[in-house]
């Protein structure tokens, strides 16, 4: 009789193991619980949230005041009063009013615009870390938070503006064709600020103790960028200044968009004081934060709400 050979079954490699389930996996059309979707799914699940986004703003707003006495009058209150402080302090003591036209809407303009940004990525730092309950208990593109925050903010900006509005019709400063162009820079903004509020979702949602440094920063970017003072004027007192000081301090974005609204809004505002190419420039930080910013925090879209 011939001997019959048995060969032992081979038993798997661990490195074999992981391949076996993803092949068993694909094969039954299943797929890894909160994989990153592809960048173009990305979006269209963000747009497919599109309401959410918009009554998760909505509600966040209302709710801001809910428990003052006076609501949602303080909408337009507490930017107004910030902007009686730095008229206190800056136009009269420190006489920054000096050679500026119309300083009262130069001021709130100012201030409300940066208002805008600041608060859009202070809230932006902490939209995943101080919304980890929701993150983890709900599957939604997490895009849609410091979106959402960025939203809110802009509709308090549109409070803000009718108040602005009013103002410029009180000092004298007649309605005027230009006041279309504050639309376009209003939303050129709004995706700037969009875009570094979702870099600042990321690195916040890692790193919490980013939100405790985010004054500090907001603060010194805010005195640079022209809010109580006139850029123009500056840079005319102090010609002896290094070339690249000059570039700088007009390539700024929170300038350029601060100027912009100003030439939207004010008649004494002229196009000689704004920046060169200054459209151009929106676009161009609109964009690079925009689309960057939203890329940066796509790429790390599975690792929100874990460890």
Not at 5 to 32: C, F, I, K, N
Not at 87 to 98: A, H
Not at 152 to 171: G, K, N, R, Y
Not at 207 to 235: E, K
């Amino acid at each position: 009789m011939s001997q019959v050979l048995h060969t032992p079954p081979r038993t798997r490699t661990r490195a074999e193991a992981p391949q076996d389930l993803a092949a068993l996996a694909a094969r039954h059309g299943l797929s890894v619980s909160g994989a990153r979707p592809s960048l173009p799914q990305y979006v269209r699940q963000l747009w497919a949230r599109r309401h959410f986004i918009s009554a998760f703003a909505t509600a966040k707003l209302t709710a801001q005041y809910s428990q003052a006495k006076l609501g949602q009058v303080w909408q337009v209150m507490t930017p107004l009063l910030n902007a009686a402080v730095y008229y206190f302090i800056f136009g009269v003591l420190l006489q920054t009013k000096k050679g500026v036209p119309d300083y009262i809407p130069f001021l709130v303009t100012g201030v409300f615009v940066w208002t805008f940004t600041q608060s859009s990525i202070m809230a932006g730092t902490r939209a995943i870390s101080g919304n980890i309950g929701l993150v983890r208990a709900l599957h939604f593109p997490r895009a849609a938070l410091p979106i959402s925050f960025c939203l809110q903010q802009l509709q308090q900006l549109l409070f803000s503006m009718a108040a602005l509005v009013i103002i410029l019709l009180v000092v004298g400063v007649p309605p005027a064709a230009s006041w279309v162009l504050a639309v376009p820079a209003l939303l050129l903004q709004f995706v700037f600020n969009a875009g570094v509020s979702m870099i600042l979702a990321r690195l916040g949602a890692k790193t919490p103790d980013i939100a405790q440094l985010m004054p500090f920063f907001l603060r010194t970017w805010m005195y640079v960028s022209g809010v109580m003072w006139s850029i123009d004027n500056l840079l005319s007192k102090h010609q002896d200044l290094p070339v690249w000081a000059d570039d700088v301090l007009r390539a700024n974005p929170a300038a350029v968009y601060i100027d912009l609204m100003r030439f939207a809004l004010i008649d004494s505002f002229h196009a000689s004081q704004l920046p060169p190419h200054v459209w151009a420039w929106a676009t161009g930080w609109a964009l690079l934060a925009g689309v960057g910013g939203f890329i940066y925090f796509w790429k790390a879209e599975e690792t929100y709400g874990r460890g």
